[in-house]
Nanobody, 117 residues
Framework: QVQFVESGGGLVQPGGSLRLSCAARGSLFRVYSMGWYRQAPGKQRDFIAGIGGSSGITSYADSVKGRFAISRDNSKNTLFLQMNSLKIEDTAVYYC??????????WGQGTQVTVSS
């Protein structure tokens, strides 16, 4: 089963930016559609951005559209999430996994993003 390791989180002020990375362990990464998800304290884990495997077609939740950008480097088995104009409500643990069927992938430990002044 493919495994994912997220990194790049941290503490940032409102309006700031962060770039998250997701390293995939497995040889079929390039064919997988991949997504970013997040879970805020006391809330369910939600989809925020997805990207096709070969097509590169992207999809975003309304809450992040225009502020976040998902991309991938198949040569490095890595998924990225560029987050701009961060808001306090973006505070959450961010995860990557296959998209849309997360059950065909696995959940890593995630990376904490805290937006606070």
């Amino acid at each position: 089963q493919v495994q994912f390791v997220e990194s790049g989180g941290g503490l940032v002020q409102p309006g700031g930016s962060l770039r998250l990375s997701c390293a995939a362990r497995g040889s079929l990464f390039r064919v997988y559609s991949m997504g970013w998800y997040r879970q805020a304290p006391g809330k369910q884990r939600d989809f925020i951005a997805g990207i096709g495997g070969s097509s590169g077609i992207t999809s975003y939740a309304d809450s992040v559209k225009g502020r976040f950008a998902i991309s991938r480097d198949n040569s490095k088995n890595t998924l990225f999430l560029q987050m701009n104009s961060l808001k306090i409500e973006d505070t959450a643990v961010y995860y990557c996994n296959r998209w849309p069927n997360t059950a065909s992938g696995s959940w890593g430990q995630g990376t904490q993003v805290t937006v606070s002044s």
